[in-house]
């Protein structure tokens, strides 16, 4: 069963907004009441996986500092599926994105151990 998936635009131009949503299936988990990690990763090409920000039941989200303000992560409680609003994207935004759920095994150590299929996204104008 796929207990989350990413959902987007395939293609951004430069200096645009991307919107990008993961839809959490209930066996998953509540974002609202359990206490996981919602997380944004990226992995541009070629290159190591990124940390980019993640939320919990509190909905307060925390980002990379590499990212500066541009990032933004949400939920719907509802819905049960939280988005990701990266604003002003250059071509080095692209990646392959995707939502995890992650769980602290220790003090200060997480751990991503379900995550989506990933979506590509190229900054192309």
């Known amino acids: 069963q796929v207990q989350l998936q990413e959902s987007g635009p395939g293609l951004v131009k430069p200096s645009q907004t991307l919107s990008l949503t993961c839809y959490v299936s209930?066996?998953?988990?509540?974002?609202?009441?359990?206490?996981?990690?919602w997380a944004w990763i990226r992995q541009p090409p070629g290159k190591g996986l990124e940390w980019m920000g993640n939320?919990?039941?509190?909905?307060?989200?925390v980002y990379s500092p590499s990212l500066g303000s541009r990032a933004s992560i949400s939920r719907d409680t509802s819905d049960n599926q939280f988005t990701l609003q990266l604003s002003s994207v250059t071509p080095e935004d692209s990646a392959t994105y995707y939502c995890?759920?992650?769980?602290?095994?220790?003090?200060?150590?997480?751990?991503?151990?379900?995550w989506g299929q990933g979506t590509q996204v190229i900054i192309s104008s």
């Open positions: 995890a759920r992650g769980r602290e095994v220790v003090f200060g150590t997480v751990l991503f151990e379900s």
């Open positions: 209930a066996s998953a988990g509540s974002i609202a009441t359990d206490s996981y990690f």
């Open positions: 939320l919990r039941y509190s909905g307060r989200p």
